[in-house]
Every structure is written in structure tokens, then in C-alpha cells.
């Protein structure tokens, strides 16, 4: 009962002004940064848990959208902690780490982490599923548009998925006969201005930071004058101007996720589930950011591409 009125409290106070719904179960919900690909994934999250029983009749769901910094991320795991939620979804590497930095008794279920191992989100009181893609696929099909030499990586040094993107490009780098330039982007101000400088580069790696991600547009503005194509691994940005995408499914990240806290709620241990891979994977093209930029796509792009932007 105690813990029930915390809860409602704590949403009248945090959240929507509104009173919670009577429920037997609470998740905390983090996103690392208020991007388009992780409200896509929640939206999967509840319809899929809500299959699995989990309805808002039994499991009242509590959104936290930070801004995209340390402290704002761990300010939001320490409210669900402190309300001891039953179970905190983290959309985001940065968002798991800092739950997981509150808390090694409460669920953690993360999505949309490139690469859990090597980002330190997986604990004995956490699963999920990962974002990576084959970096290397993304990068031979580039090369096979248009031949490549300096490559800017745009990342966050704060963001661990970020972090884990650039030293993939760096050991690909090697083997493919490319090199890299790095620029650090910590907030989103930053990333228009350190694009426009001249870097010598010859294409842009966009990668999935939260900081990076909340200035796409200024990135592609200043890779749009300099005539440079830009390329990635995350959702949604093939259509803001990038030349060429590799991602995962956000619809998959969010049931994947729902599948496991159901597991979760139902008594499971998250150090019983495996965490899971991203198997629904899009090649995506812009052709009409090739012809701006006169690059002649080969058939076999064409032909391997699951969506084509015309």
C-alpha cells in the first residue's frame, strides 16, 4: 500500500498532472534522448506487452524523455528507483547505464543498445536486446557507390553506444583503406558548427548519440554544401537527406523488449534471459541524395536495398 502511494505521488507530481490508473505492477520508462525511433519502439512495447497480459489495467507505465546529459539520466533512474518501480525500460545505452548505476535489485530491460557487452549494460539484474548491424556491410556498400577515403565520424565521447560505433569504424577503417576523422559532438549545438569546418572529409558517419541526433539536420546541411554523402545506422534519417542507412527494426526492439518484461513480471529473473539480437535489419537508399550528389548507384544496391526513397 505504501509503495502504491508513492507511486501515485510520484505521477501527479512528475508526470502528467493526472491521477495513475489502479495496477498491480509499475515500469519506469527512460529514453535517452526525445527521438522519433524510441517513441516508435514504445509504441511496439505496449501493444506487444499488452498481448502478453500486461494491459494498463495491470501495469501502469511511467515515460521519462531527459534531456540528452548524465545528470538528467540519472536524475530520471533515481525516481523510479526511489518509488521502487517494478521493472525500468531504457531506450538507449546512456539510459540503461545510469539505471543500472541506481540499482542492481530492480529489473532492467534496455533496447536499442548497439552493443550491451562492450557498453557494460548487461548485470545480473538486467537483459534486453541489441541494436547492432553489421557495421562492415554498411561501409563495403558505400565503398560500391562511391570511393571513400576520409570518413568524419560524427559521435558522443559521453555516450557509450556513440563510443562503441567509433572504435567499430576505426577497426573497419583499417581492413576497408579508409581514414577517420573524429568529431566530438556533445550537445546538440555543437555538431552543425564542427561540421562545417573543413575536416578534408569526404563523407559523414552519423552516429546513434542522442546529442548527435537532435541536430541531423545541421549535420546534413553542412554535408549538403560541402557535396559530401552522409551515412548511418539509425532509423528515420534516410529521409532527412543521409545517402545510405543499415538499422534495425524499431517496431522489433520495442516487442522484443515487451516479450522479456512479461517474463520479467511474471517472475522470471533477468539474469535467466538471454539477451536478444536484432534480426529485422533495412538496407535504406536515397536515391534521390545520389543524384544530388551525381553518384551512380550499382544494381546490386538497388537490387539489395529493402527501401529505395525516390
Not at 495513475?20 to 509504441?43: M, T
Not at 533512474?77 to 548505476?101: H, N, T
Not at 520479467?264 to 537508399?285: F, Q
Amino acid at each position: 500500500m505504501h509503495k502504491t502511494i508513492i507511486a501515485f505521488l510520484f505521477t501527479i507530481f512528475i508526470f502528467t498532472g493526472r491521477s495513475a490508473p489502479a495496477a498491480e505492477k509499475s515500469i519506469g520508462v527512460i529514453f535517452s534522448g526525445d527521438l522519433p525511433r524510441y517513441h516508435e519502439a514504445h509504441k511496439a512495447f505496449v501493444t506487444a506487452l499488452a498481448r502478453a497480459g500486461f494491459d494498463q489495467s495491470r501495469v501502469a507505465i511511467y515515460v521519462q524523455t531527459p534531456n540528452p546529459d548524465a545528470m538528467s539520466w540519472t536524475n530520471s533512474a533515481r525516481k523510479f528507483v526511489s518509488v521502487e518501480v517494478d521493472a525500468i525500460v531504457a531506450y538507449g545505452a546512456p539510459a540503461a547505464a545510469a539505471a543500472l548505476s541506481e540499482t542492481d535489485t530492480i529489473p532492467v530491460v534496455f533496447s536499442y543498445v548497439y552493443d550491451p557487452v562492450a557498453c557494460g549494460v548487461k548485470k545480473t539484474n538486467s537483459t534486453g536486446v541489441s541494436s547492432k548491424v553489421p557495421m562492415v556491410t554498411l561501409l563495403k556498400t558505400l565503398k560500391s557507390i562511391t570511393p571513400f577515403s576520409r570518413l568524419a565520424a560524427v559521435y558522443n565521447p559521453d555516450e557509450r553506444d556513440s563510443v562503441m560505433q567509433l572504435d567499430e569504424l576505426i577497426k573497419n577503417a583499417a581492413v576497408l583503406g579508409f581514414q577517420i576523422i573524429e568529431i566530438k559532438v556533445k550537445s546538440p549545438g555543437e555538431a552543425k558548427a564542427k561540421m562545417s569546418r573543413d575536416t578534408g572529409a569526404d563523407c559523414v558517419y552519423i552516429s546513434c548519440s542522442a546529442a548527435v541526433d537532435k541536430d541531423t539536420q545541421g549535420i546534413m546541411d553542412a554535408a549538403n554544401r560541402k557535396k559530401i554523402p552522409a551515412v548511418t545506422q539509425v532509423p528515420g534519417m534516410v529521409e532527412k537527406g543521409v545517402l545510405l542507412a543499415l538499422t534495425p527494426s524499431s517496431t522489433e526492439q520495442g516487442e522484443i523488449a515487451a516479450a522479456q518484461v512479461a517474463r520479467i513480471l511474471k517472475g522470471e529473473r533477468p539474469s535467466d534471459i538471454p539477451v536478444e539480437n536484432a534480426k529485422k535489419v533495412d538496407l535504406v537508399l536515397n536515391l534521390k541524395a545520389a543524384n544530388a550528389l551525381s553518384l551512380k548507384v550499382p544494381f546490386d544496391v538497388l537490387n539489395t536495398a529493402t527501401k529505395v526513397i525516390k
